[in-house]
């Protein structure tokens, strides 16, 4: 194979429908299943607020972090040096 066919392979129209075609079936099939089934298997998260609220009440940002703990300031959990 030389340098001008490995060219004519990187050109091939078939190749960017087909990335085209396994993001679509990732996006849209795959992954969706698996977040139902992590869902079901943490019961307590799917209970979480996913976006935030603007002081009028309005649907703001999505939230990509949150932190689930009690509001007792007890720090047991928390790594502390020796």
């Known amino acids: 194979m030389t340098d001008l066919d490995s060219a004519r392979d990187m050109t091939d129209p078939k190749i960017p429908l087909l990335f085209v ?10 992954v969706p299943r698996l977040w139902k089934l992590y869902f079901r298997q943490h019961p307590s998260l799917a209970e979480l607020a996913r976006v935030t609220q603007t002081s ?22 928390r790594l502390v040096p020796r």
């Open 21 to 30: 075609f396994a993001w679509g079936v990732a996006a849209y099939l795959i």
């Open 56 to 77: 009028d009440g309005h649907p703001g940002d999505p939230i990509n972090i949150a932190v689930v703990g009690s509001r007792t300031g007890d720090d047991s959990g």
